[in-house]
């Protein structure tokens, strides 16, 4: 027989022992439908907004054409930014801290782009001295933005470092748009330029 106090416990927690032991806190609430439901229209909502940036995103360089014009439009997008850091002073602690995550996000879909597309054909095309150089030249723009990183936006030499950078950038951007690019453009098809330039605004849709 249940004596007074273990019947007034059970009738306060309003559920038997049996009950309480389903409601651990690895089991799911009643309220748990709803809530993986409500979960799922947000993640659902995430991934569409994420789509929607990508397409304005990559919109940006892939309404520029050719796949040349493509990396061209992005060339010229992150002179700006190199430009806007140094416009700035070392009391613009959070403004650097912004353009360097920018800078760093324009410059990793760039690389992957030439990365996984455009480097990949020229050695394809026997152009495997021009690709291996852009490749680590790319290496050394990774250096720029740890170094970058590590230094920290007040640092006395951040906007030497970042001149310093933004050489190295235009030089390259200038070897691929002056040398490289227009010779390796002309030796290609029509179709073959088609196709190089649907992988290069592929690949930058998922990077974007
Ligand atoms: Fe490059
Ligand atoms: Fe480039």
Do not use: C
């Not at 597309?117 to 990774?142: Q, S």
């Not at 950038?169 to 330029?193: D, G, R, T, W, Y």
Request: avoid cysteine; charge should be negative; proline fraction near 2%.
């Amino acid at each position: 027989m249940a004596t007074r106090n273990q019947i007034s416990n059970s009738n306060r927690s309003g559920r038997t022992g049996s009950d309480t032991r389903d409601r651990s806190a690895f089991s799911w609430s009643d309220n748990a439908p709803v809530l993986i439901g409500v979960a799922v229209a947000g993640a659902a909502l995430g991934l569409a907004a994420n789509f929607g940036r990508k397409f304005v995103t990559q919109a940006v360089s892939g309404v520029s054409g050719d796949w040349d014009e493509v990396l061209a439009t992005e060339h010229d997008m992150t002179v700006a930014i190199f430009d806007k850091m140094l416009a700035t002073d070392s009391t613009q602690t959070w403004k650097r801290g912004m353009l360097l995550m920018q800078l760093t996000h324009a410059l990793d879909k760039h690389a992957h782009e030439e990365e996984m597309v455009i480097y990949p054909a020229l050695r394809e095309a026997n152009e495997t001295v021009d690709a291996d150089h852009l490749t680590e030249e790319h290496g050394y723009i990774k250096t720029f933005l740890y170094e970058l990183g590590q230094m920290g936006p007040s640092h006395v030499a951040w906007l030497d470092k970042v001149r310093e950078f933004r050489t190295l950038v235009v030089q390259h951007v200038k070897m691929e748009e002056e040398q490289v690019f227009p010779h390796f453009k002309q030796s290609l098809s029509e179709a073959q330029n088609a196709k190089i330039t649907s992988l290069v605004n592929k690949d930058g849709f998922w990077q974007a």
